[in-house]
């Protein structure tokens, strides 16, 4: 006779359940996400004789009760809700939408008296929890989009999509490689693939993850207790130094040798995935080069305050003293062990990770060729004192990367670049570049109005030189009115008009038309969304390895998305610019199954 362990006590379940939607309210926006990503231990309700003879999971009929009773819904509302187009019951991990019936079915007989007590006060605490966070939308009529999407315009079938996601991830993946003994539990790729799906699933390392134990096609697969380990001796430079690391008789920053470690596996991919494109038959429909590019920065928020208490200050520790975005004057002790690469972002209260990344737009295929740390200088801190990553050193190093790769035409940047050390050193590649310009000087405004006044001209052009370093070259900059993708820009300058600066000499009828591909960066906006929605996991680590892994990891699962769909071109009669056959979303399903060979 098996002894059956004592059930977890009532207000031990409701306190766990708790500490996870605190946690997961800084990550979500609804509380269906919410909910869909709680972890629910097997021995919470054990009050159902007969699981076996069960027609729906244990773990997706508890979300259901608990999304009933956080939304405030009545059993037949909770299955419409679950059936409805937003596809709720997916979310949930069920098979399909349980109707009005089973629902009541599963709540008489599948919960004790006490665990369904205890389901509807966890569900109250749900609702009071989601309630006191600004960002999670409570809004019991809204219900989040459908997530991976329906494929739209399309009537190829899931073998074709499975044999192309499965292609693209074998050349994607192929370089990361770890210095781990010999006789490792897991593969490498265990691990990898498990990444994968955090990355796709936006979970935690850390979070006990069942769910993908069950997608994987493996015996057994690594427990999160390892998996960090793991992936910090993928991204962790070699513990011996050499000459070439010392510069100006200090040592290289350790962030820009995890920096170098592993982009040389993001490389690999890269290298990989367009070596699969030019050797295609549809090469004219793939990278024609020479490119244009673009660059852009994009955010990964870190929550954590870089302030601690008063209290908690030691003796004699001194406080700064700063000034915060609207002006206001501020007295703060540090924390010792703030990350050194979480910068603040143009609002103010906001910090985080910053990347910048150049990508192949227009008609080609929109592959991510570079990625670049970016530090700027926090509020308190003294520039003078800080190693910050100018502008231009990002666009170098970025140029260099992705030239290793194709050849590059043009570059577009925004007015984040707008420097003349930036425009020199793109001079100095060989590059055009046509870069967004602030309004900064009277002149600027004079042109503006001169323009707007003139009774058969919409468009100006005013010839400069520009000198750096000694280096001169010619500039043109354009005045232009603005469409809708470039009012879209927060560049302070007049409601009507936009500024650009290119070396190329142009004629004023010329500038509307050269600033018209300016809009092709505009992908890369729909670009940073894809990947910080669909290929970026949760992360609450300061350790920097990790962080820039884990962003190269997602932005290499955007790369084989879009190789993905490039390989489904002869498939599908659309055009795959901005909506692609296959979706973001959908990839987060498909590469939990075939991200890698679960015979390795």
């Known amino acids: 006779m098996t002894d059956t362990p ?10 766990a359940i708790a500490e996870q939607v605190e946690d997961l309210c800084c990550i979500h926006d609804h509380p269906t996400r919410i909910i869909a990503n709680l972890d629910i231990d097997d021995d919470w309700f054990t009050g159902y004789d007969e699981p076996e003879r069960a027609k729906f999971e244990l773990e997706g009929m508890v979300k259901t009760f608990l999304y009933m009773h956080a939304r405030d819904l009545k059993q037949s509302e909770t299955a419409r809700r679950l059936g409805g187009a937003s596809y709720i019951f997916s979310r949930f991990e069920l098979h399909s939408a349980p109707v009005k019936q089973v629902i009541s079915y599963n709540k008489r007989h599948r919960f004790k008296p006490s665990e369904r007590k205890t389901l509807e006060k966890a569900g109250e605490d749900i609702q009071e929890i989601c309630a006191e966070h600004e960002n999670v939308n409570v809004d019991a009529s809204i219900e989040p989009g459908l997530d991976p999407e329906d494929i739209q315009e399309s009537d190829f079938g899931e073998d074709q999509i499975m044999e192309a996601v499965d292609r693209a991830s074998q050349y994607g993946f192929s370089g990361f490689t770890a210095d781990r003994a010999s006789n490792s539990k897991y593969a490498l790729n265990a691990y990898l693939e498990r990444q994968g799906y955090l990355n796709m699933a936006n979970a935690g390392a850390t979070t006990p993850r069942r769910r993908f134990a069950r997608l994987s096609d493996r015996d057994e697969v690594p427990h999160g207790s390892s998996h960090n380990r793991t992936m910090k001796k993928i991204a962790d430079p070699d513990s011996q130094l050499t000459f070439g690391e010392f510069v100006d008789g200090g ?3 350790d962030w820009q040798r995890i920096r170098d470690e592993t982009l040389e596996a993001f490389h690999v991919g890269v290298e990989r995935i367009l070596k699969e494109i030019r050797s295609d038959d549809r090469s004219e429909v793939g990278i024609r080069e020479p490119v244009n590019a673009a660059v852009d920065i994009v955010t990964w928020n870190f929550w954590p305050s870089p302030f601690k208490k008063q209290r908690d200050a030691d003796p004699g520790e001194q406080p700064v003293t700063y000034e915060t975005s609207t002006r206001k004057k501020r007295t703060k002790y540090l924390k010792d062990d703030y990350p050194v690469m979480a910068s603040g972002f143009k609002e103010g209260h906001e910090r985080g990770y910053k990347f910048a990344t150049l990508t192949i737009v227009a008609e080609n295929t929109p ?4 990625i670049e740390p970016v530090r700027d200088v926090r509020a308190w801190e003294d520039e003078s004192e800080v190693s910050r990553t100018s502008r231009a050193d990002v666009v170098d190093r970025l140029l260099e990367q992705a030239q290793q790769h194709v050849d590059i035409n043009k570059v577009f940047a925004d007015r984040e670049f707008d420097t003349h050390e930036v425009r020199h050193l793109i001079n100095k590649h060989d590059l055009y570049y046509i870069i967004g310009k602030r309004q900064q000087a009277a002149k600027d405004k004079e042109n503006i109005e001169a323009v707007e006044n003139h009774p058969e001209i919409d468009a100006r052009v005013e010839y400069a030189s520009l000198t750096f370093d000694g280096d001169e070259h010619d500039l043109s900059i354009m005045y232009v009115p603005k469409d809708a993708e470039i009012e879209n ?25 050269l600033t018209a591909q300016y809009r092709d960066r505009w992908e890369i906006e729909n670009q940073y969304k894809s990947i910080k929605k669909h290929f970026l996991p949760s992360s609450a680590s300061k350790d920097y390895r990790i962080r820039f892994l884990y962003f190269t990891i997602g932005v290499m699962m955007y790369n084989v998305w879009r190789f993905t769909n490039f390989l489904l071109r002869d498939e599908v009669d659309v055009d795959l610019g901005e909506k692609p056959p296959l ?18």
């Open 367 to 370: 592959i991510v060729l570079a």
């Open 251 to 253: 040592r290289i920053p």
């Open 489 to 513: 820009q927060d560049d302070g300058d007049d409601e009507g008009y936009a500024i650009f600066t290119t070396n190329y000499r142009v004629e004023p009828e010329r500038a509307i038309g």
């Open 583 to 600: 979706r973001a979303g959908e990839i987060v399903e498909l590469v939990a199954f075939c991200l890698f060979d679960p015979g390795d």
């Open 6 to 15: 004592p059930p977890t006590p009532k207000q031990e379940i409701r306190d």
